[in-house]
Nanobody, 113 residues
Framework: VQLVESGGGLVQPGGSLKLSCAASGFAFSRYPMTWYRQAPGKERELVASISSAGGITNYADSVKGRFTISRDNVKNTVYLQLNSLKPEDTAVYFC???????WGQGTQVTVSS
């Protein structure tokens, strides 16, 4: 199993980023996927999840209305669109195959002026 996140960077407050996670080594379309984040000195927290077919999504209250999770089961990729970014969104973002201890290296998102 391999999960490779990309798309992070430095952005000003109010800006946007789109994160991608390319998955391989398992039947991607059969599994729900999630995005987590971990800020310095804090525990990893669940940000968003999406069902295997993409029809059901859930979000942490802290990102609801600002972040959108989606997936492309042909490209074996899950995405996280981050809008209206705040400094408190600064963290390393990871994707995960829900229920499994599969993690990528993460992608750093820094929100700062």
């Amino acid at each position: 199993v391999q999960l490779v996140e990309s798309g992070g960077g430095l952005v000003q407050p109010g800006g946007s980023l789109k994160l991608s996670c390319a998955a391989s080594g398992f039947a991607f379309s059969r599994y729900p996927m999630t995005w987590y984040r971990q800020a310095p000195g804090k525990e990893r927290e669940l940000v968003a999840s999406i069902s295997s077919a993409g029809g059901i999504t859930n979000y942490a209250d802290s990102v609801k209305g600002r972040f959108t999770i989606s997936r492309d089961n042909v490209k074996n990729t899950v995405y996280l669109q981050l809008n209206s970014l705040k400094p408190e969104d600064t963290a390393v973002y990871f994707c995960n195959r829900r229920g499994y201890d599969d993690w990528g290296q993460g992608t750093q998102v820094t929100v700062s002026s």
